[in-house]
């Protein structure tokens, strides 16, 4: 059987026995097509069946999550946790809580997580999981009781040296402070069991801003390779929580000038550039009064609010989707290309369309995917368990350095392997393929598990 038959078998097997997963199957088929040249060079992957056995999670759990809301109504949600693949670490991964949530998005969000993870160079397997509950507009002793009855249930699953999940969409300083501090009280131990905590018990520095830090690091390596920089370019940027917040803040650090931010709801176009004030009353609005953003067009004079649209029409020349996932389409792609867009960096998992990562290589626009270029959070998450497990805390220079070498291992990494396969400049096969080898070796060396 030639490689490309194998990794077709597997991928009509992957849409049968997992019906309905859109994401799910859309995530595999991006990573199991680009490996293409690497199972032809090692026919001992399709010997141990490895791509059958990495598209199968090690383990699902699904679960229910019982809370009552302010005035004593009793509400359901389901959770998630997908345990994907333990071959490199324990398992790392995030939780998010949206409406949206259900089993495919978690599988693709925990398949993704395996190659990232492995690209960080960090000792991290991967995983993910979550829940359909929306936090937005609950109180807080409402997001606290969710929160206390979403652990008590997955407290049996994790622990430091099995499973730490970390914050995503929608989990953030709060949620990740209320279900640590029901872990603590179920299993009577403080130990590094999840990451993203509070500094003064067991977070590290820098973890905050990780995902978004390095989402501009690895697009100012990508520029690098061209001789060319951030500063004075114009940026669009997506989303308006977490990722997007600390990419708008390391852009100007840097010496670029963001121009848009956006929500479910809508984007904002400042083409004055949103300065350290401006990104301060966001950053209020979107993580204290968990506001929307069409209230920064009201309150700064000049800014445009463009109800229900997406930024990627907004003239740029680097673009930083940072809010969900398919948030690029192809004619946004087409836009963007119009528009003589040079890069796309990805702070947010899968947020480009597969055609429109077509549209983006044809028009040779640097492109750094999500597995690499928002790598930055997992790699500080796995340096806050580094810490914890030492019982020590590093400086924010330290942290912050260390996370600057990981984003330029991992561009390194994505750069000669897309090179070797002869796919030069393809930085989404590189990751995948970087990410994969390693995972792919560990397997066969622990034998059929
Ligand atoms: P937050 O919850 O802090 O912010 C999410 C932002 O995206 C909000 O502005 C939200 O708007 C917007 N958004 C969410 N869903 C949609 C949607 N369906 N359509 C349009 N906008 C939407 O999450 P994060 O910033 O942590 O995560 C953003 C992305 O980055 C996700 O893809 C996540 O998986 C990825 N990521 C996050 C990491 C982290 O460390 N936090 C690490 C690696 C990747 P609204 O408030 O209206 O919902």
Request: glycine letters at 10%.
């Amino acid at each position: 059987m030639t490689a490309k038959e194998h990794i077709n078998k597997v991928l009509e097997q992957v849409i049968k026995r997992n019906p309905g997963e859109i994401e799910f199957h859309q995530a595999v088929k991006e990573v199991l097509e680009s490996l293409e040249p690497v199972i032809n060079n090692r026919p001992e992957y399709i010997e141990a069946n490895i791509l059958e056995r990495i598209v199968e999670p090690e383990r699902v759990i699904i679960f229910r999550v019982p809370w009552q809301d302010d005035r004593g109504k009793v509400h359901v949600n389901r959770g998630f946790r997908v345990q994907f693949n333990s071959s490199l670490g324990p398992y790392k991964g995030g939780i998010r809580f949206h409406p949206s949530v259900n089993q495919g998005i978690i599988k693709f969000l925990g398949f993704e997580q395996i190659f990232k993870n492995s690209l960080t160079t960090l000792p991290l397997g991967g995983g993910k999981g979550g829940s359909d509950f929306d936090p937005k507009y609950k109180s807080d002793p409402e997001v606290m009781r969710f929160c206390q009855s979403f652990m008590t249930e997955l407290q049996r699953h994790i622990g430091a040296d099995t499973d730490v999940p970390a914050g995503d969409i929608g989990v953030g300083a709060r949620e990740v402070g209320y279900m640590y501090g029901q872990y603590k009280r179920l299993r009577n131990e403080f130990t590094g069991v999840l990451t993203g905590k509070g500094l003064n018990w067991g977070g590290s520095l820098i973890r905050p801003e990780a995902t978004g830090y390095g989402s501009v690091y690895f697009a100012q390596e990508m520029l690098t390779s061209r001789n060319d920089s951030i500063e004075g370019k114009t940026c669009v940027v997506s989303g308006s929580g977490n990722v997007a917040q600390y990419t708008v803040e390391k852009i100007i650090q840097l010496g670029g000038r963001v121009v848009s931010l956006s929500d479910s709801a809508g984007t904002v176009y400042d083409p004055a550039g949103i300065d350290e004030e401006k990104l301060n009353f966001v950053k209020e609005l979107k993580r204290i009064r968990y506001g929307r953003i069409k209230e920064y067009a009201e309150k700064f004079k000049g800014v445009e609010y463009l109800e229900g649209q997406r930024p990627w029409g907004i003239k740029c020349d680097c673009a930083f989707p940072s809010a969900t996932q398919n948030e690029i389409s192809q004619a946004d792609a087409e836009e963007l290309c119009k528009n003589n867009c040079l890069l796309i960096s990805e702070g947010a998992n899968m947020p480009t369309e597969p055609g429109a990562v077509h549209r983006a290589h044809a028009a040779c626009l640097l492109f750094g995917p999500g597995k690499a270029a928002n790598a930055g959070g997992v790699a500080v998450s796995g340096l806050e368990m580094s810490q914890n497990s030492m019982r020590m805390r590093w400086s924010r220079e330290e942290v912050d350095q260390k996370l600057q070498q990981i984003m330029k291992a991992i561009h390194k990494q994505c750069v000669e392997a897309a090179e070797e396969y002869g796919m030069k400049d393809n930085l989404v096969a590189g990751a995948n393929i970087a990410g994969f080898v390693k995972v792919a070796d560990s397997m066969l060396d622990h034998g059929v598990i």
